[in-house]
């Protein structure tokens, strides 16, 4: 069995609304991974002195909680082995690979152990930017963004997405996707034009796993979950690596626990 299996998605707004999740039995309540609120490439670039002091420390702050709350984890692959405390991986959005790149070298001076690329978010100013779920709309650009980040840094690359911008297109999205080889890609069941409404289309992200795993690739599914009832199952029946959690676990840490619990 792959190593994942629980994650909590984490949003832009706060620092505690959503968290990420990998299942390993080590942490406590059974959540291994925290990602941070996402932050801007372009805001960590154009910043004057005061501003740019103002997100690094979002980006400490965020894992500084990850660490000492051991309730959340991360984006390694393998084992985490002895280690038994959360890993933290710093989100960021952007269109622009240069900006991208110095990012990832500033994520991984600050001690994360991984960086997620946000290529979901649907508020309409990030994606009219061509930023967040904007950059459905242009997969060559996506796939210049994960390679550029994948040069300037050793640590584990994700992507966080959607299954389309107005209908399903998740199984030629994720095509697209593994051409470049992201570590892992965490997919929303919703459509950008959908935002939060409607029911997660948990087939569309089934069929979409299947490609994940014909490349050999990992994959979360998110959407609609609320809580760790069912999980288990719901992993075997669409055939994911792991879920998200992530509005569900806002201001209700409870949500995780019986997390470890075999």
Same mark, same amino acid.
């Given at each position: 069995d792959a190593p994942f299996r629980f994650m909590v998605a984490k949003y832009g707004g706060t620092h505690t609304r959503c968290v990420g999740v990998l299942h390993t039995?080590?942490?406590?309540?059974?959540?291994?991974?925290? +990602?941070?609120? +996402?932050?801007?490439?372009?805001?960590?670039?154009?910043?004057? =002195?005061?501003?740019?002091?103002?997100?690094?420390?979002?980006?400490?702050? *965020?894992r500084d909680v990850g660490s000492h709350s051991r309730s959340v984890g /991360?984006?390694?692959?393998?084992?985490?082995? =002895?280690?038994? !405390?959360?890993?933290?991986? *710093?989100?960021?959005?952007?269109?622009?690979?240069?900006? +991208? /790149?110095?990012? *990832?070298?500033?994520?991984?001076?600050?001690? +994360? =152990?991984? #960086?997620?690329?946000?290529?979901?978010?649907?508020?309409?100013?990030?994606?009219?930017?061509?930023?967040g779920a904007g950059l459905i709309h242009t997969p060559a650009l996506a796939q210049e963004i994960i390679r550029t980040v994948k040069a300037a840094t050793k640590l584990p690359v994700s992507v966080k997405?959607? #299954? $389309?911008?107005d209908? =399903?297109?998740?199984?030629? !999205?994720?095509?697209?996707?593994?051409?470049?080889?992201?570590?892992?890609i965490s997919l929303h069941g919703r459509t950008l034009k959908q935002l939060y409404q409607g029911r997660a289309d948990w087939e569309a992200i089934a069929r979409a796993a299947k490609?994940?795993?014909?490349? $050999?690739?990992?994959?979360? $599914?998110? $959407?609609? #979950?609320?809580s760790i009832n069912n999980l288990q199952f719901t992993i075997h029946k669409y055939g994911v690596d792991g879920v998200l959690i992530g509005r569900a *676990?806002?201001?209700?840490?409870?949500?995780f626990v019986g997390l470890d619990e075999p």
């Open positions: 039995g080590c942490v406590g309540d059974g959540v291994d991974v925290v +990602f941070t609120e +996402f932050v801007s490439v372009d805001a960590l670039h154009y910043a004057k =002195d005061e501003r740019r002091e103002r997100l690094l420390k979002t980006l400490i702050r *965020a /991360a984006l390694h692959s393998g084992s985490v082995g =002895d280690r038994c !405390w959360p890993f933290e991986v *710093a989100q960021v959005f952007g269109k622009k690979p240069e900006f +991208f /790149a110095e990012a *990832a070298v500033l994520v991984e001076s600050l001690g +994360f =152990d991984g #960086i997620d690329i946000n290529m979901g978010c649907p508020a309409h100013k990030v994606e009219e930017s061509g930023s997405t959607r #299954i $389309g911008v209908k =399903d297109v998740a199984e030629e !999205w994720m095509e697209q996707l593994m051409e470049v080889r992201p570590a892992m490609v994940v795993h014909k490349h $050999g690739g990992h994959i979360l $599914g998110n $959407g609609d #979950i609320t *676990a806002e201001g209700n840490p409870g949500v």
